[in-house]
């Protein structure tokens, strides 16, 4: 495992950003190079391939967004929506809202199909929800709801919506690198993620996929894509073989990310899913002996394994104990967002973090403030 260290001297076990390993920080140091330099290039291509790994795609259209994961939702909306057409979303927490959100902004027709924050959607009954929909064009849908820390079932959606021609988004901001996703063999058309959370990279860049599909559905849009910045088609001239300048490319972050990528392949991917898993497995053990509560229904959903919420004890007054914590033990633990908030700690279990020995200081250091 790497060793983490910074001027800060803090652990961050939130929702993300994750800790960054000094391995990753070295490398964003390296000298900056043009990003038009032939060298850059070259790590440009070493990355999208990286990515692909990672991914589970043999997708040429993989790459890295500059902006964060939110730029890689806009990224995905901007281009495949076009006005009025009909999107589903599977909603069941913050960022299944924003996907709506951003959806709505550039002219789709949002149908929400929601349901309780800290609750997932059986396979059947999205299944059920989507073939009562006419004329659908995208379904989408948060892998690992970050507000929430729930894991989502998407193995049989994708390949049961290719045959109705709809196209398939996932969100994979937290769950990429550190739990089990498979784009072709699932059936995913579209997938964006972040740098700050199981990869352990700074906040700034959107790895994201697109396959054939996806991109057909693009190059017939009858009108433009309405983000410049965001458009595929400008996108690709850049990132792929033709090299014409778009934007000029956050160089130093991407020395960072193809280094993160670089450990976990040495890992192993597998491993590196195991080992989260594992982790899961003990902090939920962990909390069956603690004052916390999970705010998942392990009964009825899955708990995500790299970000676990839980439900504070009465009369804890939330924002002053994460304070005193951060000031007096150096560890940043996230709270609750929307309905949750003041309600639930976020901790994030992460990429370098993802350790039992983490576990047992997490547990050790919020035993005395509680």
Known sequence: MESDSSTFNKLLLGPGPSTVPDRILKAMAN??????????????????????????????????????????????????????????????????????DVAARYGANVLEYKKDWGTSFKTSEMINQIDQCDNLKIVAIVHAETSTGVLQDIKNIGNHLKEKEILFVVDAVTSFTGAELKIDDWGIDVCYSGTQKCLNVPPGLSPITFNDRSLEKITKRKSKVVSW????????????????????????????????????????????????????????????SSNFKPFVNIDESKSLPMLKSLILPKDVDDSLVRLKILNERKIEIGGGLGSTKGKIWRVGLMGCNARNDIVDLFFETTRDYL
């Open 31 to 100: 000298q900056t190079l043009s990003h038009l330099d032939p060298e850059f290039f070259k790590i440009l291509d070493e990355t999208s391939e990286n990515l692909r790994l990672l991914f589970n795609t043999k997708n040429e259209a993989t790459f890295a967004v500059s902006g964060t994961g939110s730029a890689g939702m806009e990224t995905v909306f901007a281009n495949l929506v076009e006005k009025n057409d009909k999107v589903l979303i599977f909603n069941n927490g913050l960022f299944g809202d924003r996907m709506a």
């Open 229 to 288: 910045y965001l458009d595929m088609n400008l996108l690709q001239d850049y990132l792929g073989s033709n090299r014409i300048y778009h934007h000029t490319a956050p160089v130093n972050m991407l020395f960072a990310l193809n280094e993160g990528l670089k450990i976990c392949l040495e890992e192993g991917l597998t491993s590196r899913i195991t080992r989260h898993n594992q982790v899961g497995k003990y902090f939920d053990k962990r909390l069956e």
